[in-house]
């Protein structure tokens, strides 16, 4: 008798197929519990850890509309541990991310609480799980973004200030945490030579973009504030995974 997909075969199949899968929220919920009940038992304190972020000091476009935390981490062939590395820059060259890349961006670590919460835990370990059957036997250098974009009448707020975009990864995962008072910041998705694919806006909590960043490039619209005298943001978290 032939036994219909899992989730996560559901999911890789569509990665295979497109390079990109858009989840909505019940679907990640969905695919986070199955592998523990309680993975998303501290949500809320996990959410609340995207306030008070640092500045982002680096926006070569004279930006203050961005806050973020970092870490680096790392998982090993054949293993589905995953291991939190030394605090260290972050780099990108200027091949893929010609506003703010070739310099080393020292940001803020993720705090400890954050990195070891169950929610953060249950993301990653989805995430070496499933990039691990998309690319089999590969050791995984990960990197962690905790992003806030703030929107105001000041200044155009712009998740991927750098544009259409590919991270020079292999995988990357954009998580929806919040979104609080805004419009626009719709996903686009593009190959590589920047034609469109498809486009869709992250709205509630848990939506999620998996992309194979060999295959396709991606980027943000700007935020706009509804109501200007209240506090407007995005929060996302991005995680991505290279081969080592």
Known sequence: MKTSPTNRQTLIAKVEESGFSFCPSARTR??????ASEALSDWQSFADSWNDMPLDEYMADGGRYRRRRYAVLSSKAGS???TLEPHQPHY?????NTLNGGVARNFEPILAESIHSNSMQAVLKFCQATFSELMPKKSWHIECHQFRIEANSDEL????PEGVHRDGVDFVLVMM????????GTTTMHDL???NLDSFTLTEPLDSAIVNDKRCMHGVTPIIPIDNTQPAYRDVLVITFRAI
Do not use: G, M
């Not at 945490?177 to 626009?184: A, E, L």
């Open 92 to 96: 990108q060259s200027l091949d893929y």
């Open 157 to 160: 707020a712009k998740p991927t």
């Open 30 to 35: 969905s695919w986070l519990l199955e592998s």
């Open 193 to 195: 030579e920047q034609n």
């Open 177 to 184: 945490i919040k979104r609080q008072n805004i419009s626009s």
């Open 80 to 82: 589905n541990q995953v």
